[in-house]
């Protein structure tokens, strides 16, 4: 059974940076997505990036391009959400998701949709951007 935790969220005014991480365990299968998700209040979730855990593969939202970096550390299992130059419009409990397959090309497609794919979620953290 896969277990998420996120960790790295809280308060930094505008334009400041937080870097979010999530320690996975439990992998079972050959290759895993992991994404990072938000949720502001009110407004649907939407997908904010995704890679690839067996060879980097990424993608990043358009509203966040430019900005944030996901990365990842397949030695301890951890990704990594590097967020700079934040707005308040980033403010939204951060999620990360991870799904497996047996196919490297299923994971390189939900990485590129940013869809929900389903799979596991951790507990959440909440950035806040405001000044």
């Known amino acids: 059974q896969v277990r998420l935790v996120e960790s790295g969220g809280g308060l930094v005014q505008p334009g400041g940076s937080l870097r979010l991480s999530c ?5 079972t299968m050959p290759y895993y997505a992991v994404g990072w998700f938000r949720q502001a209040p009110g407004k649907e979730r ?16 358009d509203s966040v391009k430019g900005r944030f970096t996901i990365s990842r550390d397949s030695t301890k299992n951890t990704v990594y959400l590097q ?15 991870a799904r497996g397959s047996y196919y490297l090309t299923t994971v390189h497609t939900r990485c590129e949709t940013l869809g929900d794919f389903g799979g596991a979620w951790g507990q959440g953290t909440q950035v806040t951007v405001s000044s």
Do not use: H, Q, R, W
């Open 23 to 27: 320690a996975a365990s439990g992998f």
């Open 46 to 61: 939407e997908g904010v990036s995704c890679i690839s855990m067996s060879d980097s593969n990424t993608n990043l939202a």
């Open 83 to 97: 967020m700079n130059s934040l707005k308040p419009e980033d403010t939204a409990v951060y999620y990360c998701a």
